[in-house]
């Protein structure tokens, strides 16, 4: 069967980005896929984390995937670091890495720059994220645009690696969703939304309330024309909000656009806050319930399990090719 891996990073508060560009797909891939969903803690501190803060948001992302209808009774849910073979087999493809094409990656530049001091692992961690693919035999990952580079990446090392040490890992192919994948700010449709972004309305927080939504979205910038209508070059504010309505209401964009035709932004603006409240209401509800609970514990616990074992058995091939002595 076709396998997906991917993963929220736990390093800040999910806005509804991260359910457009992550949980509405993880939703149904899990019953077209075997899906290997996991917390990347440990890309997390490729910068520098409160242990505290890294600690809840660890578990909150968990809670995130249960609450939005993942099954664990369909996909594996786990924390990077509860599986050591992530970071071993880390190690055994920075020995395939060229200095050269780690230092190419836009995000290593872009999160560096103008930095006096950066940690290693900034340079490194896309190594990483190859070995977390490759463990499991991914056939298709899902990217947006900021990560495309780095599935590039794992299949140049995953094709180095078979080519010098004999067929090991699967190439994993792309899955690009063209609505979603990228929510930008609600006042600033160039740049992605983002909690970082110091004005609070520029994002929505999955545990916004139904009034805070409300208010963000009758704030979000628009133009003067007036029409509903999706074309990013021309209309990028008007598109992002297509967009959202487009996945928390479940629906098409030409639908949207044909509904709202001739009808004036603000009533476009209250049917998105209710798409969104409506879809919103019952995540926070379960959230709440599981965060703190033994059920999430039993959950990962169960997760690391399946991981573990699923990913020793690709750790095992791999040293074995390399010429590593393994004791089995």
């Known amino acids: 069967m076709k396998r997906v891996l991917s993963g929220i990073k736990p390093s800040g508060d999910m806005n509804i980005g991260g359910y457009g560009g992550a949980l509405h797909q993880f939703l149904t891939m899990q019953d077209e896929y075997e899906c290997f969903f996991f917390v990347p803690d440990l890309h997390a501190i490729t910068v520098p984390q409160d242990p505290a803060a890294l600690f809840r948001r660890s578990r909150e992302i968990a809670a995130y995937y249960i609450a939005a209808g993942i099954d664990p009774k369909k996909a594996t849910i786990f924390v990077q670091s509860h599986v050591p073979a992530h970071v071993e087999l880390g190690w055994l493809l920075e020995t395939q ?80 969703q063209q ?72 629906e098409s964009v030409d639908t949207i656009e044909q509904r709202y035709r001739g009808v004036g932004y603000g009533p476009f603006k209250q049917d998105i806050s209710d798409a969104v409240t409506a879809k919103l209401t019952p995540i926070q509800s379960r959230f709440n319930e599981i965060v703190d609970s033994e059920e999430l514990t039993a959950i990962l616990r169960q997760g690391a399990l399946k991981a573990a074992a699923d990913a020793s058995e690709t750790l095992r091939k791999a040293k074995q090719a390399m010429g590593l002595l393994t004791l089995d």
């Open 97 to 176: 890495a060229h200095f050269g094409e780690l230092g190419r990656m836009t995000q290593f530049k872009e999160k560096s720059h103008g930095k006096d001091a950066v940690s290693s692992a900034l340079f490194t961690y896309p190594v990483l994220m190859a070995a977390d693919i490759l463990l499991y035999r991914a056939t298709h990952v899902p990217v947006g645009d900021d990560q495309k580079q780095h599935l590039e990446l794992t299949r140049d090392l995953a094709m180095r690696f078979n080519n010098r040490f004999g067929t090991t890992f699967a190439l994993p192919e792309p899955i690009i």
């Open 179 to 250: 609505i979603g994948s990228r929510i930008m700010g609600l006042d600033d449709p160039a740049k992605k939304m983002s909690k970082s972004n110091p004005n609070r309305n520029s994002y929505i927080l999955l545990q916004d309330s139904p009034e805070e939504i409300r208010k963000k979205l009758a704030r979000a910038v628009t133009d003067s024309e007036g029409v509903v209508r999706y074309d990013w070059e021309q209309k990028p504010e008007i598109s992002n909000l297509i967009e959202i309505y487009a996945v928390f209401a479940g």
